[in-house]
């Protein structure tokens, strides 16, 4: 069985920084694409960053230069590093697993940037 559990969201004024991380079971995140979404409310899931198994990674335009997606392929984890954060950020995030036969989510973790 495959699993998905993120940690690290919480509360951050504008400007601040946060460090969310994706602990795996049951799954290589080195053989698979690994990414990062997120959901404000009234909107739908985007993709925020992710990162392949050659390592290319790929972030949307709202986050280049703020965000950043590492794999620590030792310990199974993914991280999101997020700088500079700013109120819009503000949503529900999500780790993802594109496996082979199905995706996999986590069960997402609340990052609220505000003053």
């Known amino acids: 069985q495959v699993e998905l559990v993120e940690y690290g969201g919480g509360l951050v004024q504008p400007g601040g920084s946060l460090r969310l991380g994706c602990i795996g079971s049951?799954?290589?995140?080195?053989?698979?694409?690994m990414g990062w979404y997120r959901q404000a409310p009234g909107k739908q899931r985007e993709l925020v960053a992710s990162i392949s198994s050659g390592d290319s990674t790929n972030y949307a335009n709202s986050v280049k230069g703020r965000f950043t997606i590492s794999r620590d392929s030792a310990k199974n984890v993914v991280f999101l590093q997020m700088n500079s954060l700013k109120p819009e950020d503000t949503a529900v995030y999500y780790c993802?697993?594109?496996?082979?036969?199905?995706?996999?989510w986590g069960q997402g973790t609340q990052v609220t940037v505000s003053s």
């Open positions: 049951g799954i290589i995140f080195s053989h698979v694409v």
């Open positions: 993802h697993a594109e496996m082979a036969d199905r995706s996999v």
